[in-house]
């Protein structure tokens, strides 16, 4: 099924978070002014099981909108990718993390996504900033194409395992975002699927968040965008979650005419 975004509760306003998380990230270890290099994504990792993110890269931002809250990823100092059902018609955008908070210029959402689908290969949208951000983004991964057998990593501040929302574990004192590993079980230009390996799963408000596989040097790149996938938050559960193939030339093209300046490798 796919993924409702994440509605904010009562009291998780833009304010609050900019607020909080910057008491709640300094507590446990993730106070710098920058944050932590993406080439080093938390290792023991959580999205619904395992462990939260406690010194956060800092191109990984919570999205909200008039629809609700997602993630998304810097992909230039401008520039944020996400999923293009987290929005369901024109409204002001925010994006923001410990280390900033930015208001949206425009959203691109691509051309043949297809709202009534929850399996639309075409779910990527592309925010673009009224400013530059100090960030270091995150290349597009195309040079090998992602395949079944490979481990890849995902972040998101969506939903745990204990149907705690990001302000919930920030008011607990833990890190709001969350990651783990999972396994591509197939891919094709629709989707690339992914099971989780035990370690944890993504749930909602993780929708747009990236899916990130390490190179040979050691850095990471996106493959693919968290799109649908279980409906129980739960660390693991044998049902296949649906994700939106970046390397698919038609989104990688609608991304780069969008984001000029995206590195990609």
């Not at 574990?169 to 990651?179: C, H, M, Q, Y």
């Not at 190179?215 to 968290?226: F, H, M």
Request: contains cysteine.
């Amino acid at each position: 099924m796919g993924y409702d975004i994440q509605t904010p509760r009562r009291g998780e306003t833009c304010f609050l978070l900019a607020v909080a998380v910057a008491v709640a990230f300094s507590g446990c270890g993730g106070g710098s002014s920058s944050g932590s290099d993406t080439g080093q994504p938390c290792a023991t990792l959580k999205i619904a099981g395992g462990q939260g993110c406690s010194s956060p890269p800092n191109s990984l931002v919570i999205v909200s909108s008039r629809s609700g809250q997602c993630t998304g990823t810097f992909i230039t100092a401008t520039h944020v990718l996400t999923a293009a059902h987290c929005f369901s018609g024109p409204s002001s955008v925010t994006v923001e993390n410990e280390f900033l908070l930015a208001s949206s210029q425009s959203v691109a959402i691509h051309p043949l996504y297809d709202p009534s689908s929850p399996s639309s290969p075409y779910d990527v949208a592309v925010i673009a900033l009224s400013g530059a951000q100090q960030v270091s983004p995150v290349p597009l991964e195309e040079s090998v194409p992602v395949a079944a057998g490979e481990e890849v990593v995902t972040y998101g501040f969506g939903i745990d395992q204990d149907d705690r929302s990001w302000y919930d574990r920030v008011r607990s004192g833990e890190a709001p975002l969350k990651a783990t590993y999972l396994d591509v079980t197939s891919v094709s230009d629709a989707s690339v699927s992914t099971i989780s390996n035990g370690s944890g799963d993504t749930c909602a408000g993780d929708s747009g968040g990236p899916l990130l596989r390490a190179a040979q040097d050691g850095s990471w790149g996106i493959v693919a965008l968290t799109r649908s996938g279980p409906a129980s938050c739960v660390p693991y559960q044998p049902t296949e979650s649906q994700n939106t193939n970046v390397q698919f030339s038609s989104v990688s093209n609608f991304i780069l005419a969008e984001a000029p300046g995206a590195v990609v490798r």
